[in-house]
């Protein structure tokens, strides 16, 4: 593996996926010891060498004996084609990079919305802008994922009437939407406040059905009912920090509240 000593990667540190990524460059050597700085780090110098539009939505790495600056997949493909010499040939293919790029974009210009984070007061601001299309795609993947998740878990868990437990969510995201379209002013911050809820789907259906395995397989139907109430708990404590940090609506959380409340109660009754 060759150590690109004169290159330095530039990440959002308000992102936990780019500062994980970018810190394991530095730790298994593949970027020099000063390799990485944030854009809040970043100096006149360097931020000058930089499409800040671009630098954005695709992470840039500067080279800093020359100046030359690459964007996104074609950094990444470089640092990757250090690691795995033998992959040279294919990650920095075209059309490699050109199949990849909807994936890069996509977490790309939605990583505040899967990090939860609070924007930064500091340096410069290198949150993506707003794009419809990617908070549509991500919306739609968390509506997918989720429904999907809903039905193995009735199946796993036993419940009878799948139907009343779809139309329970579902007037559950009814009452957010509304709560949403009521106390949230911002035209962007409408569309952000859907896809925070699509995040926080996956990430309660995955607990979800987790727990429900677990329980199914250790035959503690009380784990059940024990575990899905500690995910909504846990649901309810991540939807409340991103309406801190997103400046959202109060209300958000009495309404998130209440639904979680209603559904573990119906999971009660359906689980006894």
């Not at 259906?205 to 987790?210: E, H, L, N, Q, V």
């Not at 958000?252 to 119906?266: H, M, P, Q, R, T």
Request: proline content about 3%; glycine content about 6%; charged content about 15%.
């Amino acid at each position: 593996m060759e150590t690109l000593q004169t290159k330095t990667i530039i990440y959002d540190c308000n992102c936990p996926m780019c500062s994980l990524y970018t810190g394991l460059f530095l730790n298994i050597g593949v970027l020099g010891e000063n390799g990485r700085v944030s854009f809040e780090q970043a100096n006149e110098d360097m931020l000058e060498k930089l499409d800040l539009t671009r630098a954005r939505h695709e992470i840039p790495l500067v080279d800093t004996k020359t100046g030359e600056v690459l964007y996104g997949l074609d950094g990444l493909c470089l640092i990757a084609a250090s690691m795995f010499p033998r992959l040279a040939p294919l990650v920095s293919n075209k059309w490699f990079k050109k199949i990849l790029k909807p994936v890069y974009q996509f977490i790309s210009y939605n990583r505040r919305i899967i990090a939860g984070t609070p924007q930064s007061n500091s340096g410069f601001n290198c949150a993506p802008d707003f794009n419809l299309k990617w908070r549509l795609a991500l919306i739609a993947l968390g509506m997918s994922f989720t429904s999907m998740s809903i039905y193995l878990f009735g199946i796993i868990s036993g419940i009878s009437n799948l139907l009343l437990l779809f139309a329970m969510v579902g007037l559950y995201f009814v009452l957010l939407l509304t709560v949403n379209l009521l106390f949230n002013k911002n035209y962007e911050a409408k569309w952000d406040y859907i896809a925070h809820l699509a995040v926080l789907g996956i990430i309660e259906s995955t607990f979800f059905i987790s727990t429900a395995l677990i329980a199914k397989w250790l035959m503690l139907p009380g784990l059940l009912f024990a575990g899905q109430g500690a995910c909504r708990l846990f649901a309810l404590w991540l939807h409340e920090k991103r309406v801190q940090n997103n400046y959202y609506s109060h209300y958000l959380n009495y309404a998130f509240g209440f639904g979680a409340v209603v559904l573990i109660v119906y999971l009660a009754v359906m689980l006894k």
